[in-house]
């Protein structure tokens, strides 16, 4: 994934770690960012210009690393050891390629021609070659995919970012972001699934998939990070930043990259 980061970090350790949305691009980006962040200093928080509600996010961060702490993180560690990776990567390929479909709608809704053919290829091939979708076939043909989420539909159209916002549990967004999530969850082809017992036993797979998918993201901020909540912040807008800019360019913007757990990863 290719991405832009604010090089930023602040000078005090809150609580830390949290929940978790969304998987495994965004690790990569958490930990160079964390290294390059580690030893700085930083202005105060509070001027920074897009986190107005900085007393509300940093209470809402703390709730979400209490609850990281309590429960997910335990969950998501006992999954990593008793399931095979194998398993596990089939798992994350699984989710990735129903993705696709509503990545193809937000593409097509973007004029985004190219990233709506990827998304169609994609999905076609992983589900028909890929034993529905278990195996990522695509990406080993070179298919790149092309992420989107109605929250980069919003910005293509014109909508600005807004504030930083951390959701209860959801974790880091943007006042758009959030506007966009419930379409989104709409969007998502397991919310089509009748059967209520199977759709939230898929819910809950992928959270705990994505969680578990970020634990070495989360044992990297521990160890580099003076300040997470303000480390995470950056990422965040970072990399939706790389994803959608306000002026409404959309670039190549892979996986889940834009998509940090609540607590950002430590989650």
């Given at each position: 994934?290719?991405?832009?980061?604010?090089?930023?970090?602040?000078?005090?350790?809150?609580?830390?770690?949290?929940?978790?949305?969304?998987?495994?691009?965004?690790?990569?980006?958490?930990a160079a960012v964390s290294l390059l962040s580690g030893c700085a200093t930083t202005q105060d928080a509070s001027a920074h210009p897009q986190d107005?509600?900085?007393?509300?996010?940093?209470?809402?961060?703390?709730?979400?690393?209490?609850?990281?702490?309590?429960?997910?993180?335990?969950?998501?560690?006992?999954?990593?050891?008793?399931?095979?990776?194998?398993?596990?990567?089939?798992v994350s390929n699984f989710f990735a390629n129903l993705g696709d479909v509503w990545s193809f709608v937000n593409n097509l809704l973007q004029g985004q021609g190219e990233g709506a053919y990827n998304s169609m290829v994609r999905f076609s091939v992983n589900t028909f070659l890929g034993m529905g979708g278990l195996f990522d076939i695509a990406s080993e043909a070179g298919i790149a995919r092309r992420?989107?989420?109605?929250?980069?539909?919003?910005?293509?159209?014109?909508?600005?970012?807004?504030?930083?916002?951390?959701?209860?549990?959801?974790?880091?967004?943007?006042?758009?972001?959030?506007?966009?999530?419930p379409v989104d969850m709409l969007g998502n082809p397991v919310s089509a699934i009748q059967d209520i017992p199977v759709r939230n036993?898929?819910?809950?797979?992928?959270?705990?998939?994505?969680?578990?998918?970020?634990?070495?993201?989360?044992?990297?901020?521990?160890?580099?990070?003076?300040?997470?909540?303000?480390?995470?912040?950056?990422?965040?807008?970072?990399?939706?930043?790389?994803?959608?800019?306000d002026d409404g360019r959309i670039e190549d913007y892979d996986d889940d990259a834009g998509k940090l757990p609540p607590d950002g990863g430590v989650k």
């Open positions: 994934m290719n991405h832009t980061h604010d090089e930023t970090a602040a000078c005090a350790r809150p609580g830390a770690g949290a929940a978790v949305w969304r998987r495994a691009s965004a690790i990569g980006a958490v107005p509600f900085e007393p509300f996010n940093r209470s809402m961060y703390a709730f979400n690393d209490g609850l990281d702490r309590a429960v997910l993180k335990p969950v998501a560690t006992v999954y990593r050891d008793v399931t095979p990776s194998v398993a596990r990567d089939g992420k989107q989420d109605f929250g980069q539909t919003l910005g293509r159209w014109g909508v600005p970012s807004g504030p930083y916002l951390v959701l209860p549990v959801m974790g880091p967004s943007t006042v758009r972001d959030a506007a966009g999530l036993s898929l819910y809950a797979l992928r959270f705990v998939d994505t969680r578990a998918g970020l634990l070495n993201a989360s044992d990297t901020l521990d160890a580099v990070a003076v300040d997470r909540y303000s480390l995470m912040r950056d990422v965040y807008l970072g990399l939706r930043k790389s994803g959608t800019a």
